[in-house]
Structure formats: structure tokens, C-alpha cells
């Protein structure tokens, strides 16, 4: 039976509703410490692909519309999704009376837009938490559906090693129930923290860069590049001490860009970025 769309929206578990709500502000977080390089990252690499403007941009799981800003500033018209109220009211207030910025609360998996209505896509955050494979197709087919045909979609995702080297780099990985859980990451992409503790995320999927790929495959899209986005400078925390000087900053983004391609590295970010396209035949 289909679900109606409220009940899409309703079905986000406590725990990831918790950590979002009350744990992690999304802007905060990339603003200090390695989220500069991550947002840094992201732009470049969005910003490599998008042709030239204005551009109506969808923002499926944009949490409180760090990328919709820097995008609106660009001269781009964007709408963000995310089914977080708490998310939606801040992007809302952070718009104010810049009107190329709405925003709704919605669901990757059932968008209200309409077929072939946007010439971008963003989906970052989504496949984070949607631990189900059918549920990661869904929001990747709705991506390639509201889409112009050769249209981008942009889809970020966690590495499926990401809890292994943050645990290993903050020391979490010497405690044996932290241990546990990178043993299940490893396994089978599927993170959980039972207990809640702070730090070790939220319930979350982890891909493996090659399942990313198979999945926008499975869904109809066209994979134009994966990349890291941090590479092994986003691990080394002490780096990022240098982040105000412009030639530091340089030197740190030299070292994300180098590896960002390399088959061998990709899993060494935090964060894959897919950039895939709705082909031109597509229905």
C-alpha cells in the first residue's frame, strides 16, 4: 500500500529527528574544523558543473539552507526539502526577504515537485539515513524524475570507512563498544548508536564509493564523476589551525583535490560526492 505523503515525513526515527534537533546544528558544523573544508569542497566541485545561471535548484535534505544561501548568492533560485519542521523554520528565517530562497517540509522518497522542474538537483543528507536500499533508489529516482533531462544531481554520501579513521583519529576506536560498531560499519554499511553517545553520529547508512555508483545506476542516471571530497586532510584535525591563512588554506585544498579521484582513495574522505546527470532520453 502507498503511504500518504504525511506519512513519509513522519517516519524519520526519534533518534536522527534527536541528534538534528538538539545534538548537531548543520550550519555550525560547517563553519569550524574540518565542516570549512567539507562546505569549501562541495562548492568547487558543485560549481565546476553547473552552467551558467540563474538555475532552479532543488534541496532535498538541505537542513537549514547552508548551500541554499551560498547558492542564492550565486543568482540561483532554490527550494529546499528536509523533513525536520525545526529545519524548514530556520531556513525560512535565514531567507527572510531574499526570495530566491523557499523552503518546505518533504520527504526525499515523495517529492511534491513536479516532473522535469528544476535544471539541479541536491541530495545531501538523504542517503545518510535511508538505511534501506529501496529507500535510497526512491530518493534517487525522484532526483532523476523532478530533473531536466541533463540535469545534475549531486549526491553525497559517507564513507563506508568514515567511523573507522574518525575513531581512530579522536581515540573513540580503543573503546570496545565503539569498536563494535566499526566492525558492524565495515560489515554492511549499517551504523547505529544504540546508547546514544555523543559523537558517534546517528542511525546511518555508509557507502562503499562502488554501491554509490551502482545505485544511481540502478535508478536511471548517468554518473558523471565520484570524488572524495576531504580526502586524508580531514582526519588530521590539528591542519585546520591554519584555515584563516589564505596559503594554508591552499595547501589543505591542494591535498583534498589531489587525491579526490583516485580509485584507491576515495574511501579515505568523510564525505563522497557524486555528480550524476538525467540523460537526455530519459523519461
Given at each position: 500500500?502507498?503511504?500518504?505523503?504525511?506519512a513519509w515525513v513522519a517516519d524519520t526515527p526519534d533518534e536522527i529527528r534527536d541528534h538534528y534537533g538538539s545534538e548537531v546544528d548543520e550550519g555550525e558544523r560547517l563553519s569550524q574544523g574540518a565542516g570549512r573544508l567539507e562546505l569549501a569542497r562541495t562548492q568547487e566541485i558543485i560549481r565546476r558543473h553547473l552552467p551558467p545561471g540563474p538555475l532552479r535548484i532543488l534541496d532535498v535534505g538541505g537542513a537549514t539552507g547552508v548551500h541554499a544561501t551560498w547558492l542564492a548568492d550565486d543568482g540561483h533560485r532554490v527550494h529546499v526539502v528536509d523533513p525536520m519542521d525545526r529545519h524548514v523554520e530556520q531556513t525560512r528565517?535565514?531567507?527572510?526577504?531574499q526570495r530566491r530562497i523557499t523552503a518546505e517540509v518533504g520527504d526525499a522518497r515523495s517529492l511534491r515537485a513536479d516532473?522535469?522542474?528544476v535544471d539541479a538537483v541536491l541530495l545531501f543528507g538523504p542517503l545518510y539515513h535511508l538505511t534501506e536500499r529501496d529507500d535510497r533508489l526512491r530518493a534517487l529516482e525522484e532526483a532523476r524524475r523532478v530533473v531536466r533531462p541533463e540535469g545534475f544531481v549531486f549526491v553525497a554520501a559517507i564513507s563506508?570507512?568514515?567511523s573507522l579513521l574518525d575513531g581512530l583519529s579522536r581515540d573513540f576506536l580503543f573503546?570496545?563498544?565503539?569498536?563494535r560498531v566499526v566492525e558492524r560499519d565495515l560489515q554492511d554499511g549499517q551504523h547505529r548508536n544504540p546508547e546514544r553517545r555523543p559523537h558517534w553520529f546517528?542511525?546511518?547508512?555508509?557507502?562503499?564509493p562502488d554501491e554509490l555508483r551502482e545505485e544511481a545506476t540502478a535508478a536511471g542516471l548517468e554518473v558523471v564523476e565520484l570524488v572524495g571530497v576531504e580526502g586524508f586532510a580531514g582526519w588530521l584535525?590539528?591542519?585546520f589551525d591554519r584555515w584563516d591563512d589564505p596559503a594554508d588554506r591552499e595547501a589543505i585544498l591542494f591535498a583534498a583535490r589531489a587525491v579526490?579521484?583516485?580509485?584507491s582513495l576515495l574511501g579515505a574522505s568523510t564525505h563522497l560526492l557524486m555528480v550524476a546527470q538525467r540523460p537526455a532520453s530519459s523519461a
Open positions: 500500500m502507498t503511504r500518504s505523503y504525511s528565517r535565514l531567507a527572510g526577504s516532473a522535469d522542474s563506508r570507512f568514515a573503546d570496545p563498544a565503539f569498536r546517528t542511525t546511518a547508512y555508509f557507502h562503499h584535525r590539528h591542519v579526490e579521484s583516485e580509485p
